[in-house]
């Protein structure tokens, strides 16, 4: 209650963050579930590119950036958090999803053939590697390089 307007304001969007982030999986899900306690989003864009490159809050006429309201809330690391709850639904899917392939008899491969080569329990499937290798390459097309830094005299 000792809190001026503008410091509650801000707890007020950190604590509605804390509790919906972990719950979504998109930004559009976070939109619609921090329009419930009346906040906006909007998005800061690259210049040059036109990417979001930024999240910035808005409630009661107060704006904050994401990271100005906690580092843990930075579009960057909101992004990831969004990505893995996404990740972590469809992977809580797949069992479900296989379990109903291995339900089906197969008549084809019942040969008796152990050549001592055993392909398939410790084989992972290429959707796993494909899902990991765009993840990385998300990764690194957003990390920018610093540019080096300049000493001695200029002409």
Known sequence: MRLRHH???????????????????????L?????RYGIDTQWKLSRT????????????????????IDRQFSFLN?????????LSATMNQRPAQAETIREEPRHE???????????????????????????????LKKKKKKPKRKRGFSL
């Not at 939109?31 to 329009?35: D, G, M, P």
């Not at 909101?78 to 996404?86: F, M, P, T, V």
């Not at 080569?117 to 990991?132: A, M, N, R, W």
């Open 49 to 68: 590119t036109g990417e979001m490159e930024g999240v910035k809050f808005t409630c009661n006429q107060q704006t904050f950036s994401g990271s100005k």
């Open 109 to 139: 491969y019942q040969q008796e053939n152990h050549s001592g080569i055993s392909l398939g329990l410790f084989t992972p499937s290429p959707t796993d590697y494909d899902t990991e290798e765009a993840i990385q390459a998300n990764r």
């Open 31 to 35: 939109r619609l579930a921090l329009r």
């Open 78 to 86: 909101i992004d990831q958090e969004l990505r893995y709850n996404a």
């Open 7 to 29: 410091d509650r304001v801000k707890y007020f969007i950190y604590h509605a963050l804390k509790r919906e982030v972990p719950n979504v999986r998109s930004w559009s899900e």
